[in-house]
């Protein structure tokens, strides 16, 4: 009896002990909160109105004597500035929320990050763990190896929407993929690729958004990220709206841009550059991701978009004659594209954007050079693409429905809006995409295209006059000779440090008619002509 005497007695002791250490603890963070804002109280009664200085000493041209006459003012003074201090500590507590609201975004994108990394390090150490066990080999059925590796392969890359394919014999397409995956351009299941959307005063991004939603296979390996311009609410509440589902930042700096007077028309494009470069050290710098794919908030994109830029990651990582992959065809509309080609892809000299991939190494190079406004111009400058190429396919993976703009609609009604999405779903990590490295592709390329029979426009433009499927070649020579062939076949006319839209080799490539039509310079090309401009 003494025994449990005691023990009670020992454990009633103990809580009162915790009890007033928690009393203790309670007391000393009130005191602590009383005095904080206490401080903060005397700091602010002591500081002029918040504004812009005059030469008065105070918030605007005269605010000194304002701010002189109610520290004296009686009773009505000392309620104005009660009144005043209550609002300075209403602004400062709501600065204080979105600095923690930033911080909570980062740590949760951090924590995915952290996860997935975690995630691949426990499934090796699992793989490792079984191939140390003795008792396992004696198991394993007598397998051929190139059976062994192409299971392996399939296991480890499928991560995209369920595919119907040949479950009997092994296909052609299939033996190439094995192969693909442990040569050059085999694609890489372990990289994040994270998905950067460029936002603004836009409250559709909710289109852009539910559908790379949709089609994400993974939300450790493709994580969204919504950069936000303008400090729209309207936009940030829909952005806001998902959740966990992507990471919201917001970038800081919205005042406005000097610029030269010819170019206040121009404060938008200068508002977007500067976006873009903060937008991008965050995802580089920040994030510490190793490359990214952007498209802005005006953009659909298509089913197999996550499953394109997965198969084509380690091309550009491999080829150093290319700088980016674009999910845009500029030429893409109906009646300009093979419907039943949708796997065919093409290099191309023309900087595309609209939903594109780059490299951490290649933000290393364009970042301190990166230009105040006009920013895909530029990339289109010589000086930045340096004879380097994108890789563009034949039908869109991205679409644009975003008529307001900085733009006020240029192209939008006359091509933008006409482009085809592509709606088929290509299992691209189980092609071999080698054929899309440099040297290879140009020799395949410029025998394709100066093969092709030479034709005239006015061919094309009379029913019934050619004989054959294709494809055909048309000719020009000059900047004019392009741009009248150019509107006469409907594709676009406009050229970039003489670079025609879509064009490699100065070649642009699509259908007319149902016939492919190589639009090109004459034979023995060698670089382009940055006057035709």
């Not at 033996?175 to 998905?195: D, E, R, W």
């Not at 189980?430 to 490295?437: A, E, F, G, M, V």
Request: proline letters at 6%; aromatic letters at 10%.
């Amino acid at each position: 009896m003494k025994k449990d005497s005691s023990s009670r007695q020992s454990l009633v002791w103990c809580h009162w002990a915790m009890v007033r250490k928690k009393g203790s603890l309670i007391l000393c963070g009130a005191f602590l909160f009383v005095a904080w804002n206490a401080l903060l109280l005397l700091f602010l009664w002591g500081r002029p109105p918040i504004g812009r200085l005059g030469e008065g000493g105070g918030a605007e041209p005269g605010a000194g004597e304002a701010w002189r006459a109610g520290k004296g003012g009686g009773a009505s003074g000392l309620a104005g500035e009660v009144i005043r201090l209550a609002e300075e500590v209403e602004l400062e507590l709501e600065t204080q929320k979105k600095l923690l609201k930033q911080i909570q975004s980062h740590r949760s994108l951090w924590e995915q990050h952290k996860d997935a990394v975690k995630r691949d390090a426990g499934d090796t150490k699992e793989k490792q763990d079984k191939l140390k066990e003795p008792q396992q080999v004696p198991q394993l059925p007598i397998l051929d190896e190139n059976k062994i590796i192409q299971e392996n392969v399939q296991v480890s890359v499928v991560m995209s929407p369920p595919t119907v394919l040949n479950q009997g014999k092994q296909s052609d397409d299939d033996k190439q993929f094995a192969q693909n995956k442990v040569g050059l351009t085999g694609p890489s299941p372990q990289t994040v690729i994270p998905i950067l959307v460029i936002a603004c005063d836009r409250v559709t991004v909710k289109r852009s958004l539910d559908k790379l939603i949709q089609y994400r296979p993974s939300v450790e390996l493709y994580p969204i990220i919504v950069s936000q311009d303008c400090g729209h609410m309207d936009t940030a509440r829909v952005i806001g709206s998902y959740g966990s589902q992507v990471t919201h930042i917001s970038q800081p700096d919205l005042s406005e841009i000097p610029v030269r007077p010819d170019h206040r028309k121009f404060q938008g494009y200068y508002k977007i550059a500067r976006h873009y470069r903060w937008a991008l050290n965050q995802v580089f710098n920040t994030f510490s991701y190793s490359t990214v794919v952007i498209v802005e908030d005006d953009l659909e994109v298509a089913p197999d978009f996550f499953e394109y830029f997965r198969a084509l990651y380690p091309i550009l990582r491999s080829d150093p004659t290319l700088w980016c992959i674009s999910a845009w065809n500029d030429n893409g509309r109906e009646g300009l594209v093979d419907p039943g080609k949708p796997d065919l892809l093409y290099r191309t000299d023309f900087f595309p954007g609209l939903g594109w991939m780059l490299l951490k190494e290649l933000w290393a190079e364009l970042e301190p050079k990166w230009p105040k406004a006009f920013w895909d111009d530029w990339m289109r400058h010589p000086q930045q693409r340096k004879d380097r190429s994108c890789i563009r396919p034949e039908i869109s993976r991205t679409m644009t429905f975003g008529r307001k703009g900085v733009s006020l609609g240029q192209f939008f009604d006359q091509y933008l809006r006409y482009i085809k999405l592509n709606t088929e779903f290509v299992p691209f990590t189980k092609r071999d995409l080698s054929y899309l490295i440099g040297e290879r592709y140009d020799e395949d390329f410029v025998k394709e295209v100066y093969s092709a029979h030479l034709i005239k426009v006015e061919d094309l433009q009379q029913a019934g006059s050619l004989k054959g499927s294709g494809p055909f070649r048309v000719q020009y020579s000059s900047r004019d000779g392009f741009k009248v062939l150019a509107r006469n076949l409907g594709v676009m006319d406009d050229l970039k440090s003489g670079v025609p839209r879509t064009g490699y080799r100065g070649v642009v490539s699509f259908l007319s008619h149902g016939r492919r039509i190589y639009l090109a310079p004459p034979e023995g090309w060698t670089k382009y002509d940055t006057s035709w401009s």
